[in-house]
């Protein structure tokens, strides 16, 4: 874009719009829809009432039923979706809950469909670092390194699971090469056809997921940054990571983090030929909470900012803590 030729002041004085808060409104462009909103949840196997996850004040690891009835308050403020993770009790090297119908997510899925239908978008994350007992999202190979091509097996055998359980979209977030295309091949050849696949592309290797690894109980030692991507690299890396998981089929693609990668958001929104979703993810909720807990940020202004810097840099969709919250504040 190259700079408006407008005429100077006394003549331009933007302030004019800028006087009360009826001009402002009437001029303003970027709205959120709590419609727009995903809340994305915790489900832990073995426990009766809800753990606080000290790192995210507000959220929870849920039971089974206190998950339902979260959803369903999450329903009702108006929010569009739910993205549910699971936390098992046991872990192991090839994270056998994942695909296990009796899993907590997949019993945690079949629990939220069988409560809300069709009334809203139930998404499953489908990666295996919540139920391995390495934390990391794919198995192992002999020397310690993250098996691309075997963890495909594993995916294609969870995301069949999800679908059985109700999963309206599968969120693809392991960052294994070829993850959608395993995936959309294991759904088409058992009759899944109408599951959709919400692909994790781009996501960031990011040290803003620290709080997460306290919600889903990981042992992870070390990091991702053989199989995530990497901050130093430009919005090229990150196209072709787009252009691939969407030749592969993917439904939507989802950017991760969001708010320190908005020009990453900005250039994806405007390349891709799906709908394009962002997630604020664990750190960024936890840094602001922990701001407000000080007293140092205005809780409520400094949420609806991040989600409408979010829409502005073209997110049509957004995963955030705040989901069921924000939903209220914006009716
Ligand atoms: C992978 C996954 C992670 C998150 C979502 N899906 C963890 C990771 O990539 O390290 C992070 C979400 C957050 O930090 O809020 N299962």
Same mark, same amino acid.
């Given at each position: 874009?190259?700079?408006?030729?407008?005429?100077? &002041?006394?003549?331009?004085?933007?302030?004019?719009?800028?006087? #009360? /808060? !009826? *001009?402002?409104? *009437?001029?303003?462009?970027?709205?959120?829809?709590?419609?727009?909103?995903?809340?994305?949840? &915790?489900?832990?196997?073995?426990?009766?009432?809800?753990?606080?996850?000290?790192?995210?004040?507000?959220?929870?690891? +849920?039971?089974?039923?206190? %998950?339902?009835?979260?959803?369903?308050?999450?329903?009702?403020?108006?929010?569009?979706?739910?993205?549910? &993770?699971?936390?098992?009790?046991?872990?192991?090297?090839?994270?056998?809950?994942?695909?296990?119908?009796?899993?907590?997510?997949?019993?945690?899925?079949?629990? *939220?469909?069988?409560?809300?239908?069709?009334?809203?978008?139930?998404?499953?994350?489908?990666?295996?670092?919540?139920? #391995?007992?390495?934390? +990391?999202?794919?198995?192992?190979?002999?020397?310690?390194?993250?098996?691309?091509? !075997?963890? %495909?097996?594993?995916?294609?055998?969870?995301?069949?699971?999800?679908?059985?359980?109700?999963? +309206?979209?599968?969120?693809?977030?392991?960052?294994?090469?070829?993850?959608?295309?395993?995936?959309?091949?294991?759904?088409?050849?058992?009759? +899944?056809?109408?599951?959709?696949?919400?692909?994790?592309?781009?996501? =960031?290797?990011?040290? &803003?997921?620290?709080?997460?690894?306290?919600?889903?109980?990981?042992?992870?030692?070390?990091?991702?940054?053989?199989?995530?991507?990497? /901050?130093?690299?430009?919005?090229?890396?990150?196209?072709?990571?787009?252009?691939?998981?969407?030749?592969?089929?993917?439904?939507?693609?989802?950017?991760?983090?969001?708010?320190?990668? %908005?020009?990453?958001?900005?250039?994806?929104?405007?390349?891709?030929?799906?709908?394009?979703?962002?997630?604020?993810?664990?750190?960024? =909720? !936890?840094?602001?909470?922990?701001?407000?807990?000080?007293?140092?940020?205005?809780?409520?202004?400094?949420?609806?900012? #991040?989600?409408?810097?979010?829409?502005?840099?073209?997110?049509?969709?957004?995963?955030?803590?705040?989901?069921?919250?924000?939903?209220?504040? %914006?009716?």
């Amino acid at each position: 874009m190259s700079l408006p030729q407008l005429p100077p &002041f006394p003549a331009s004085r933007p302030r004019r719009l800028r006087r #009360t /808060a !009826a *001009l402002r409104r *009437l001029v303003g462009e970027v709205t959120v829809r709590p419609s727009d909103l995903v809340l994305p949840m &915790f489900v832990r196997e073995g426990i009766d009432e809800p753990v606080p996850i000290g790192s995210m004040p507000g959220v929870v690891q +849920h039971s089974l039923d206190s %998950l339902a009835k979260a959803a369903r308050e999450a329903v009702t403020a108006g929010v569009g979706g739910v993205m549910l &993770f699971g936390v098992p009790e046991h872990k192991d090297a090839r994270g056998s809950g994942a695909d296990d119908p009796d899993g907590i997510l997949n019993v945690g899925l079949r629990r *939220l469909r069988d409560e809300l239908g069709d009334d809203t978008v139930l998404m499953a994350d489908l990666c295996l670092d919540e139920f #391995t007992d390495h934390g +990391h999202c794919g198995v192992l190979d002999e020397r310690g390194g993250v098996d691309n091509d !075997a963890t %495909l097996e594993r995916y294609a055998a969870m995301g069949l699971a999800q679908a059985a359980a109700g999963a +309206h979209l599968l969120g693809t977030s392991g960052m294994m090469d070829g993850q959608v295309a395993a995936v959309r091949q294991a759904l088409d050849a058992a009759g +899944h056809v109408d599951t959709g696949i919400l692909a994790y592309a781009p996501k =960031y290797s990011s040290g &803003f997921y620290g709080p997460f690894r306290e919600a889903v109980n990981s042992s992870l030692q070390g990091d991702r940054a053989s199989y995530q991507q990497d /901050a130093t690299r430009t919005v090229a890396d990150a196209l072709a990571e787009v252009a691939l998981d969407v030749g592969e089929g993917a439904d939507v693609v989802m950017v991760k983090p969001a708010l320190p990668y %908005l020009d990453i958001l900005r250039a994806v929104a405007d390349a891709s030929p799906v709908p394009v979703a962002a997630y604020q993810i664990s750190g960024e =909720y !936890a840094m602001v909470e922990a701001a407000v807990a000080n007293g140092w940020l205005d809780r409520e202004r400094v949420m609806l900012e #991040t989600l409408t810097s979010i829409r502005r840099a073209g997110a049509s969709v957004i995963l955030t803590y705040w989901a069921s919250e924000a939903a209220t504040l %914006l009716r």
